[in-house]
């Protein structure tokens, strides 16, 4: 299973012909140099959603507001620390 995560683009790399095929993103202080080719140049402090040093599409802040989420809830459950209650607010509760 492949898991794609949100990074932010805080610099480009290269220069005329080469500019805009490799970007450096950050996440949590962790940098990691990416490739763009699927989306394609994008502005310093745009979002968007990585995998395998491939930046597959661009995020807004309500979509990576939901992903945030979702991996804090699988970190959580890793833990053994999952409460249902602090994530998830999005989903209907009815069935609870």
Do not use: Y
Request: proline share 4%; charged share 30%; glycine share 10%.
């Amino acid at each position: 299973m492949c898991l794609s995560v949100p990074k932010c683009v805080v610099e480009w790399e290269g220069e005329g012909d080469n500019a805009g095929e490799f970007a450096w993103v950050e996440r949590h202080g962790r940098r990691e140099r990416i490739n763009m080719m699927l989306i394609g140049p994008q502005p310093v402090g745009t979002w968007v959603l990585t995998s395998l040093g491939l930046a597959k599409d661009v995020v807004g802040d309500a979509e990576r507001g939901l992903i945030e989420d979702a991996l804090a809830a699988l970190a959580e459950t890793l833990d053994g620390e999952f409460d249902p209650n602090r994530h998830f607010h999005d989903l209907d509760r009815a069935h609870d």
